[in-house]
């Protein structure tokens, strides 16, 4: 009989050691549970989640590397991370995603050095600001946090807005335009004169995930702050597009969650004396959720073949974000559906990742944005403006 969660075998390949590593990683989210849960209800960030996270890194995900040596190892821990709580999906993007890759890709040598083996172990905590208060979509081109030249280092300048893990971060990587309108990155730690953090409230979705807007006024660092390998926009875009296929991964991982707890619910819940899962209606919205879960998983494991080749690129990565995002949002919302007023309640299993979707739907590039993407790719016209 097909596995009611991988119908069609998807992750049949799986290695002996990715299997041990999804398995170990179902462990600590399951301790973690009712902790991740009180947190997200809190709108705080549980911090006492990074140590056994960090070990599971340590343990399973070897040498630093991006994209990642093992793409499917990747994918199954932001999988594993958005079927239990997207919240820590997130936290491990901005950190292990975007902002070491950029001090691994970007960084001197001694950035490096100083970095990425303390983040490695969890030990300390990176934020990736590109986003600002009047730039989202339009990050390519219209950055306004500017960064001017002055004797012997630099003056960064502006607003950031959303930058996850900025509140409890060691290291933040600040995009601003250059006096040529080039992009430049820096890194910036927390206390530097004129750098101002200040939490965004009341967030109905991604509640853990401590969202900020970043205030730059007149902050003067060193050279030595400046990530020398970055110059252009493109190059951050490169890090975006291997971002997307973990997204995509997160996604299909928060419609599994949800689908599984509807599954577990309308066999237990009774009504008109018999389980809902009995009735016609209730296993058409069933079945509907898993031809959404199942295309979603065998795309992923043919993209991340491909990536495994080395032939992950930028239009494969955005198809993959919008598809897996918009299945994702049927998902959800028939999972919620299907368990009545109690989808509503985060103790139904549900409820979060019906919230945490609306998120995903819209960060690293919006339906609209990876649309576009893919809609050059196959025309060769940039359809943006
Ligand atoms: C929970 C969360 C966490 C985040 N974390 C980070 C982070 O860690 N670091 C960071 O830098 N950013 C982060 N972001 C920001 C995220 O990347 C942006 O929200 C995203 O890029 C969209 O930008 P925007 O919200 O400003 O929307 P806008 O760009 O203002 O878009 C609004 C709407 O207009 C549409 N639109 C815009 N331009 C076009 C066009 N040319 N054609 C058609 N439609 C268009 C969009 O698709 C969208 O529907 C986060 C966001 C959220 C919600």
Not at 75 to 104: N, Q, Y
Request: glycine share 10%.
């Amino acid at each position: 009989m097909s596995d009611p969660v991988d119908f069609y075998a998807a992750f049949a390949d799986l290695t002996p050691a990715q299997r041990a590593a999804w398995s170990d990683l179902q462990a600590v989210m399951a301790e973690l549970g009712p902790t991740l849960d009180a947190a997200w209800l809190a709108g705080t960030f549980p911090l006492e989640a990074i140590p056994p996270l960090g070990a599971f890194v340590q343990e399973h995900l070897g040498p630093y590397s991006w994209p990642p040596a093992d793409p499917w190892l990747m994918g199954l821990v932001k999988l594993e991370l958005g079927r239990t709580d997207p919240s820590m999906a997130s936290f491990f993007a901005v950190h292990w995603g975007l902002t070491m890759s950029c001090i691994a890709a970007f960084g001197s040598d001694d950035q490096r050095a100083q970095w990425l083996p303390r983040m490695s172990r969890f030990e300390a905590i990176g934020s990736f600001a590109l986003s600002e208060p009047l730039v989202g979509s339009d990050a390519a081109r219209g950055l306004r946090c500017t960064a001017t030249p002055t004797d012997g280092g630099w003056e960064l300048s502006g607003q950031k807005k959303w930058a996850g893990n900025a509140t409890l971060a060691d290291v933040l990587v600040i995009l601003a335009r250059g006096p040529e309108g080039e992009v430049l990155g820096f890194l910036l730690e927390p206390g530097t004169p004129g750098l101002h953090i200040s939490r965004i409230e009341d967030k109905i979705a991604k509640r853990s995930v401590e969202n900020v807007v970043i205030t730059l006024d007149r902050c003067v660092i060193p050279e030595a702050a400046r990530l020398p390998g970055l110059h252009h926009f493109k190059q951050v875009a490169a890090t975006l597009g291997v971002g997307r296929f973990a997204v995509a991964w997160e996604a299909t991982g928060i419609a599994m969650g949800a689908y599984e707890a509807a599954l577990r619910y309308t066999r237990s819940r009774e009504q008109f004396g018999r389980p809902i899962a009995g009735f016609q209606l209730v296993q058409d919205k069933l079945v509907r959720m898993l031809s959404e879960i199942t295309a979603m998983q065998c795309l992923l494991a043919q993209l991340t073949r491909l990536a495994a080749e080395g032939k992950l690129d930028a239009s494969r990565a955005a198809l993959a974000k919008l598809t897996c995002a918009g299945g994702m949002r049927r998902v959800v919302a028939l999972a919620r559906e299907v368990l009545g007023g109690n989808g509503i309640l985060v103790e139904h299993g549900v409820a979060k990742l019906f919230a945490d979707a609306e998120a995903v739907y819209s960060y690293e590039g919006t339906q609209e944005m990876n649309t576009l993407i893919v809609g050059r790719a196959i025309t060769g016209i940039a359809a943006f403006v």
